[in-house]
């Protein structure tokens, strides 16, 4: 029978082992400084790299969960792209198995005790030395990984008293039912405890002290695998559709990984047991299940590899937002590469595409008293994106042989495009200051609208001129900058004589040079178009 004391030894030793592994994550992230956005964000440019990636920066914060979602947030921020995320999440469940490792080395190799005292003693003596520094927070790690070495040994000690005490077949079923009971017992215990690493070091440990067959705890740690999924899961509600697409990769992997080692698991058991026993010579269960993890994580990667192009195009079809359709290339493609005539005919139609969306913000700012900043800047972000991406694609095409016509005609489209964007940020920054103009006295906010009404009137409604009005010529904006000039000057005067107040003359200021700035773009953006052929 189980004692109540070793039902509390159990708990206790998974308290500690938790305990362990938040103060090593969360000391690690600190004493590591900015290394963690570091490398997320500049060393992730390719999938080996950003595979490594996630292996280095999981072995060091000791946590597959802390860089997933991490990664996920930098997505969400716009910081790393789809595929830099998703080469980082795969390789922090390979970083992840060295947890593993430390559980079954130290358990093996050491009086864990002895280790773990001496950790507790220096690495608290170093917390308390600064707790806000990065010698504190390197104390703080070190502190927790003495409590994690506790939690092993309480573990150890007490599974092995569980195994003395009872049948440990009698907790075992035979064939297909075990594996299917362990795996769901790993699935359920990660989800609780949202920590894969402290299930594996349960798995290894009942192992080592004779509670858990190497069959069953091969069958939990895989379980505990799919299981961590459920943290990105949680990380992304309410987060951006790329973001989800990082989770929807994710949970993609653990399953592909954790049903191929089901498959194959009587298989790999074998190679395990012949790799260990060269490498070793002897065999234990604790470093079985920590080369069978780390083996079938590693198998994972490699089965990913020639899918991941196709999971990247898949998931780009998944969660799609408005914002996401509206900002994808519609006229774009490589074959038009070949002919640099259609080329530059597919970038001009593009190009529109900026501009209508640009002219749209520049309109609702200019006419709309209470207009939502918010989709405004949603509007903003898909001009930004689909010049980025026609930005890309005249590098491309320049890369080749183009004519002196064709060469300036690129020049002249991205100083437009430059001009478009300009004329949308600063639509904006109009619109959120419209209800600040509310505080002047009642003519002046007249005044200001009849001078915006002037300007939105050489703004075609949909933007399809781009730039020019319904008759195909340039917009005038001689009557406006009259408009403008007067108004400037007007303002100026009841500024010196305190008619306006400091803060008043301000904003009074502001929402001129905005809608000045507006106006300027759209001259600008014109007049580089002149020479280029946009029929």
């Given amino acids: 029978m189980i004692s109540w004391t070793m039902a509390g030894s159990a708990l206790g030793g998974i308290g500690l082992f938790l305990l362990g592994i938040h103060l090593m994550t969360t000391g690690l992230k600190v004493a590591a400084g900015d290394t963690l956005r570091d490398v997320l964000g500049h060393w992730t440019n390719s999938r080996a790299r950003g595979l490594m990636s996630g292996i280095l920066i999981t072995g060091l914060v000791q946590s597959s969960s802390a860089v997933t979602v991490a990664a996920i947030g930098f997505v969400n921020a716009g910081l790393l792209t789809l595929p830099q995320a998703m080469w980082v999440v795969f390789g922090?469940?390979?970083?992840?198995t060295l947890t593993g490792w430390l559980v079954a080395l130290i358990g093996i190799n050491f009086k864990i005790e002895a280790l773990a005292l001496p950790?507790?003693?220096?690495?608290?003596?170093?917390?308390?030395?600064?707790?806000?520094?990065?010698?504190?927070?390197?104390?703080?790690a070190m502190t927790g990984f003495g409590v994690f070495f506790l939690g092993i040994a309480t573990l150890k000690m007490t599974f092995e008293g569980i195994a003395a005490a009872i049948d440990v077949t009698s907790?075992?079923?035979q064939g297909v039912w075990n594996t299917v009971a362990f795996v769901g017992a790993?699935?359920?215990?990660?989800?609780?405890?949202?920590?894969?690493?402290?299930?594996?070091?349960?798995?290894?440990?009942?192992?080592?002290?004779?509670l858990l067959t190497i069959d069953s705890g091969a069958a939990l740690v895989i379980g505990a695998n799919i299981g961590t999924t459920s943290?990105?899961?949680?990380?992304?509600?309410g987060a951006t559709a790329a973001a989800k697409r990082v989770a929807l990769s994710h949970v993609f992997f653990n399953i592909l990984t954790g049903l191929s080692a089901l498959a194959m698991l009587p298989i790999m058991l074998?190679?395990?047991?012949?790799?260990?026993?060269?490498?070793?010579?002897?065999?234990?269960?604790?470093?079985?299940?920590?080369?069978?993890?780390?083996?079938?994580?590693?198998l994972g990667v490699l089965l990913i590899w020639p899918l991941s192009k196709r999971l990247e195009t898949w998931l780009a079809t998944r969660l799609t937002t408005r914002e996401e359709t509206e900002s994808r290339p519609q006229y774009l493609d490589d074959f038009s590469l070949a002919v640099p005539s259609i080329a530059l005919n597919a970038i001009v139609l593009e190009m529109k595409r900026i501009a209508e969306v640009a002219f749209a913000i520049a309109k609702s700012s200019l006419v709309e008293r209470e207009v939502s900043v918010t989709r405004l800047q949603h509007k903003l972000s898909v001009a930004d994106t689909l010049s980025e991406a026609v930005y890309g694609y005249i590098?491309?095409?320049?890369?080749?042989?183009?004519?002196?016509d064709i060469a300036k005609s690129l020049s002249n489209i991205v100083r437009a495009i430059w001009h478009y964007l300009e004329i949308a940020r600063n639509g904006r920054d109009l619109a959120s200051r419209r209800h600040r103009l509310d505080r002047l006295p009642v003519a002046y906010v007249r005044q200001f609208h009849e001078m915006a009404a002037l300007l939105a009137s050489g703004i075609s409604a949909a933007g399809v001129k781009v730039g020019q009005d319904e008759d195909g010529q340039q917009p005038n904006l001689d009557a406006f900058e009259s408009a403008y000039q007067n108004m400037k000057a007007e303002t100026l005067r009841a500024a010196s004589s305190g008619e306006l107040s400091v803060m008043e003359t301000g904003i009074a200021l502001d929402a001129l040079n905005d809608i000045r700035s507006i106006a300027n773009h759209m001259d600008k953006a014109a007049k580089r178009l002149e020479s280029v052929d946009i029929s």
């Fill in 92 to 96: 922090s469940n390979v970083g992840t």
């Fill in 395 to 404: 590098r491309r095409l320049n890369a080749g042989r183009n004519t002196e």
């Fill in 119 to 140: 950790l507790l003693g220096i690495g608290m003596a170093l917390f308390l030395s600064g707790t806000s520094t990065r010698r504190g927070a390197l104390g703080e």
């Fill in 231 to 237: 943290t990105a899961l949680v990380a992304v509600f």
């Fill in 186 to 210: 790993g699935i359920v215990l990660t989800t609780l405890m949202q920590s894969s690493s402290a299930v594996i070091a349960i798995a290894i440990t009942a192992a080592l002290g004779g």
């Fill in 171 to 173: 907790l075992q079923t």
């Fill in 270 to 298: 074998v190679i395990v047991a012949f790799v260990e026993a060269k490498i070793t010579g002897t065999r234990a269960p604790a470093t079985t299940l920590a080369l069978f993890h780390t083996a079938f994580n590693v």
